[in-house]
């Protein structure tokens, strides 16, 4: 799997281009406190970078290397410094509670792993920490047939339903829940037509 992912960050161009995901920049910019986020499957550091540009304590985890090396000619280009560290996100260990804003952007993890790893990364927020996630929807491959590249997983399972993510967040206050079909524009693996779901949600 890493070898994979290296494959495609190792262009040039940025695979999902250098701007921030829009729900994230969104969410992103109106919180007013800034704190210590989390970016678990982070890749390039689009995302990451963005975040830290706003006065975010950023670390990200991935665990491909051209990916790392990317993210912090981003950061350099943008003038931040984030913390980049290379590893499993399902073996990597961080302190509890040590997190303000975890963010899971298009984070899709393999169906017998995908729980284990969202409780795991929960127990790195504070109370009252703030979770931001998008990703492609069930309905993800019936919107997107037509589209010249189909983005996401191909394994439906792997796609988020809301009842899923009610289930792999109990114990957290929803603030948004929701499902739509946008046009996705963010370098040349996620374009066109798109299912996605949008989750903000508060740890109580």
């Known amino acids: 799997m890493k070898e994979i ?16 995901n829009k729900y994230l920049k969104t969410v992103l910019n109106r919180i007013h406190q800034k704190g210590k986020a989390l970016f678990p499957a982070e890749g390039e550091g689009r995302n990451a970078v963005y975040a830290a540009s706003l006065g975010f304590d950023v670390t990200a985890i991935d ?23 290379i590893g499993n996100v399902q073996e990597m260990e ?11 952007i298009f984070a899709h993890f393999p169906v017998d792993s995908r729980k284990e790893i969202i ?11 703030i979770v931001v ?11 997107s047939k037509e589209n010249e590249r189909r983005s996401g997983p191909r394994d439906i399972e ?38 996605l779901i949008n989750y903000m949600g508060r740890k109580v």
């Open 158 to 195: 792997m796609l988020f339903t809301k009842e899923m993510i009610e289930n792999d967040f109990l114990g957290f206050e929803t603030i948004e829940l929701s499902e739509e079909v946008a046009v996705l524009d963010e370098g040349e693996f996620h374009q066109g037509k798109s299912s």
């Open 63 to 85: 665990f491909s290397d051209e990916a790392k090396q990317k993210a912090f000619r981003l950061a350099e280009e943008q003038n931040v410094s984030i913390d980049y560290r």
């Open 119 to 129: 409780q795991k990364y929960q127990k790195y927020l504070r109370k009252y920490g």
């Open 5 to 20: 992912w290296n494959e495609r960050y190792q262009d040039k161009e940025y695979a999902y281009g250098k701007q921030p």
């Open 133 to 143: 996630l998008q990703g492609f929807s069930q309905n993800h491959p019936v919107v």
């Open 94 to 104: 961080m302190k509890e509670e040590s997190f303000d804003f975890l963010v899971l």
